[in-house]
């Protein structure tokens, strides 16, 4: 089956960065995704890793590196905004040829003045 | 603006009765919706997998009697909570990938309370 780890909560301060990590177990891997949600609002798509290496949108990075099951989140110069919970998500392939995508817990990240 | 619209956005039904939440592809068709459900502060789960004009592939532990899915059209699927009781009361998330499938796109969610 399938399974991810990541931190339940992290607190940084406004302006600072703060990285969430996110290692998975899983076969038939096909790349991580992660998402923002906000208190009682739906998950919002931040971004999407299938190769090894980094990938920047606005302040938000993303890096995954397959050989080591291991992703994180980057996010600079934080905002108050911010706050809210981020799962990373690992998409593989399922029995019958399916895609799936399961989520982490999710890290409630926590901005501070 | 929305590429997946859920509706209702917040229920609240008498135990044992039945919700029907729908789930609308805009803009374009989907043959696959995928149902989540989350309790407070937890993770997403997948209930079900929906494919347009075939029966759903439920996830174990979900039972395909009490949460009836239909996908009839490329831009609906909908879930159906039958005999609804108290710990039913969940956050359910529809969502469908992208064509070429790297990105989710989830709907606003629906809150469904069974008093």
């Known amino acids: 089956g399938q ?25 038939g891997f096909y790349g991580l995704s992660w998402y923002q949600q906000h208190d009682g609002g739906a998950p919002t798509f931040l971004s999407y890793n299938a190769l090894d290496g980094l990938e920047e949108t606005g302040r938000f990075s993303s890096f995954l590196s397959r050989s080591d099951s291991y992703g994180y989140l980057l996010l600079q110069e934080l905002q108050m905004k911010d706050s809210a919970s981020y799962f990373c998500a690992v998409r593989d392939r399922r029995s019958g040829g399916y895609q799936k995508v399961t989520f982490g817990i999710g890290t409630k990240l926590q901005v501070i003045p | 603006g929305a590429v997946v619209s859920q509706h209702p956005s917040r229920v609240i039904c008498k135990s044992g009765t039945s919700v029907k939440i729908e789930c609308r592809s805009l803009d374009f068709q989907a043959t696959t919706m995928f149902w ?24 174990q532990g979900v039972e395909k009697d009490k949460f009836l899915i239909n996908h009839a059209s490329l831009t609906l699927s909908t879930l159906t909570v039958t005999s609804a009781h108290p710990e039913d009361s969940s956050f359910y998330i529809c969502s469908t990938d992208t064509i070429g499938g790297n990105t989710i796109y989830f709907g606003e969610g629906s809150w469904l309370t069974v008093v």
């Open chain 1, 3 to 27: 399974s991810l780890e990541q931190p339940s909560e992290v607190t940084a301060v406004e302006g600072a960065i703060v990285q969430i990590n996110c290692t998975y177990q899983t076969s």
């Open chain 2, 36 to 59: 989540y459900r989350q309790f407070p502060k937890q993770s997403l789960m997948l209930m079900a997998t929906s494919n347009e004009g075939s029966k759903a592939t439920y996830e």
